[in-house]
């Protein structure tokens, strides 16, 4: 079980879903697109009961409270801040981060910027962004997967995402995500203007540049199916982390980890936070 909680900043109110309770171990959970914190219900349980103050949030334009009009309002750098904004909020000094897709981009950066307040990093399916950086350039296999960014940044997006019943977005779970969370999110991205903000995170990307190598202790997930990440990208990413490293593959699992595996991502996280 999962709580719900509202987490207000300077930059308005995160909601957010909440397990465990507020002295234990700290760990905040990153969402990827297109999806929420709902992504997160079971592992936030599992953490909770686990002995962890688990919180996953709805970020930047996925809360209502936080969703700014402009693309310029989405650069990685106002990601980060929020993050940090969350935590600050919570009472966090230092904490644990996990981010899967988007979410785990912005937990790169945010552990490359702000070691002193990351004491452990899990990124989910996204490998370190420099990695997929040298796989584009590098790999043909890579460049035709990353062909959707593309797309994504066309003014029509929102359109041919939602148009007949939202088809196109329920197709990109690949029939790997519950039906009940696609539901969920279908429902929150046709409220009015939050696809545009889900899709400006890939219209700031002009903004965003590679983070440094990161120093914390860090875990790379990653599943053998995914159709956005391949195995180039995903078996160069320790080469962008100086700390102590993990990299576990998760055999005809996609790109959904959490939600296809979460049992098995939650046993992962559990051994890697203690």
């Known amino acids: 079980m999962s709580d719900h909680l509202q987490i207000t900043t300077a930059v308005g109110a995160f909601d957010a879903l909440c397990g465990g309770s507020p002295g234990d171990q700290p760990v905040l959970l990153l969402h990827?697109?297109?999806?929420?914190?709902?992504?997160?219900?079971?592992?936030?349980?599992?953490?909770?009961?686990?002995?962890?103050?688990?919180?996953?949030?709805?970020?930047?334009?996925?809360?209502?409270?936080?969703?700014?009009d402009e693309v310029g309002?989405?650069?990685?750098?106002?990601?980060?801040?929020?993050?940090?904004?969350?935590?600050?909020?919570?009472?966090?000094?230092?904490?644990?981060?996990?981010?899967?897709?988007?979410?785990a981009a912005v937990g790169w950066h945010t552990a490359a910027e702000h070691p002193d307040r990351i004491r452990t990093l899990t990124a989910v399916s996204a490998p370190h962004p420099a990695a997929i950086a040298a796989a584009y350039r590098e790999d043909e296999d890579q460049h035709l997967r990353s062909q959707y960014i593309a797309v994504f940044k066309e003014r029509s997006a929102e359109k041919r995402l939602l148009a007949d019943n939202a088809a196109a977005l329920r197709q990109l779970f690949e029939y790997r995500v519950p039906p009940s969370h696609i539901e969920?999110?279908?429902?929150?991205?046709?409220?009015?203007?939050?696809?545009?903000?889900?899709?400006?995170?890939?219209?700031?990307?002009?903004?965003?540049?590679?983070?440094d190598p990161v120093s914390?202790?860090?875990m790379f997930v990653w599943g053998t199916e995914d159709v956005a990440f391949g195995s180039?990208?995903?078996?160069?990413?320790?080469k962008w982390v100086t700390g102590g490293y993990r990299f576990e593959m998760l055999e005809d699992v996609s790109h959904w980890v959490p939600e296809e595996a979460p049992d098995a991502l939650t046993a992962l996280l559990l051994d890697h936070l203690r």
């Open 184 to 211: 969920d999110y279908v429902t929150r991205l046709s409220e009015p203007g939050a696809m545009t903000a889900a899709l400006n995170w890939y219209r700031a990307t002009r903004w965003n540049v590679a983070p």
């Open 232 to 238: 180039t990208a995903a078996l160069a990413c320790g």
């Open 73 to 103: 309002d989405y650069r990685m750098d106002d990601l980060v801040a929020d993050v940090l904004a969350i935590a600050d909020e919570l009472g966090w000094s230092r904490f644990d981060l996990v981010g899967h897709d988007w979410g």
């Open 32 to 68: 990827g697109f297109p999806q929420a914190s709902t992504e997160w219900g079971h592992v936030v349980g599992a953490l909770g009961r686990a002995g962890f103050h688990a919180v996953a949030p709805d970020q930047r334009g996925y809360s209502p409270g936080v969703r700014p």
């Open 216 to 218: 914390v202790p860090t």
